[in-house]
């Protein structure tokens, strides 16, 4: 079975903090994603990377970076973290074939 | 990728076989059509996935009209843990350097005891 993780399942920060999101996979899959869930915007994709150090800007980049020194792992940096940045992280891992593999998410609140 | 068209919402009793209808009539010949959950305040959950003949694995079967303008995925057993929301999404396999999954807002199904 595919094993994402993600560092938190629940985070509080506040405004203007810097913010890691981790994620990890098991699979020794090419592909990483984050993506960001809103209630009415369903799952809007913020970056991805194809490989190690590779990385391409999804659909809504603004106000976040991304970094993947290790095949296994793709971390997602708020560089000053505001409240509307307040959402639910998702990581998703993807081989070969197009389907891909969630992470458990993460809940982020920006006070 | 082709649109998708889901019902908002269905129920189905604990035990019965549930049926998620989706339609999409713009497909073409070389998508195919991935059915994905999400159970609330988890990560999505791929299930199954076909292009024309119909599909089954542990979790679910996977219908397609001959037409391939719909599909239906069925729970045969469905359980109270199997209430989520569920998404029909269509596309090519390869994508190349398109990896992005669209989701819709899919249909809520409630499995009721």
């Known amino acids: 079975d595919v094993k994402v993780t993600q560092s938190s399942r629940y985070l509080v920060k506040r405004t203007g903090e810097k913010v890691f999101l981790e994620c990890v996979q098991d699979?020794?899959?090419?592909?990483m994603f984050w993506y960001r869930q809103d209630p009415g915007l369903g799952l809007r994709l913020i970056y991805f990377?194809?490989?190690?150090?590779?990385?391409e800007k999804g659909d809504i980049p603004e106000g976040y970076s991304v970094s993947r020194e290790k095949k296994e792992r793709f971390s997602l940096i708020l560089e000053s973290a505001s409240t509307n940045q307040t959402s639910m992280y998702l990581c998703?891992?993807?081989?070969?074939?197009?389907?891909?593999?969630f992470g458990p998410g993460t809940r982020l609140t920006v006070t | 990728d082709a649109k998708t068209t889901q019902p908002t919402s269905m129920d189905c009793a604990e035990g019965r076989a549930a049926n998620l209808p989706c339609n999409h009539s713009?497909?073409?010949?070389?998508?195919?059509v991935y059915w994905y959950r999400q159970i609330h305040s988890q990560g999505p959950q791929y299930i199954i996935h076909?292009?024309?003949n119909n599909e089954t694995n542990e979790m679910a079967s996977l219908i397609i009209t001959e037409d391939r303008k719909s599909s239906t995925l069925i729970l045969p057993h469905a359980t109270l843990r199997d209430t989520a929301v569920y998404y029909c999404?269509?596309?090519?396999?390869?994508?190349?350097?398109?990896?992005?999954?669209?989701f819709g807002k899919g249909t809520l199904l409630t499995v009721n005891p």
């Open positions: 990377s194809y490989d190690v150090k590779m990385k």
């Open positions: 998703a891992t993807q081989g070969r074939a197009v389907e891909q593999y």
């Open positions: 076909g292009l024309k």
């Open positions: 699979m020794d899959h090419e592909n």
């Open positions: 713009t497909i073409s010949g070389n998508e195919y």
């Open positions: 999404i269509v596309r090519v396999r390869s994508g190349g350097s398109n990896y992005k999954l669209t």
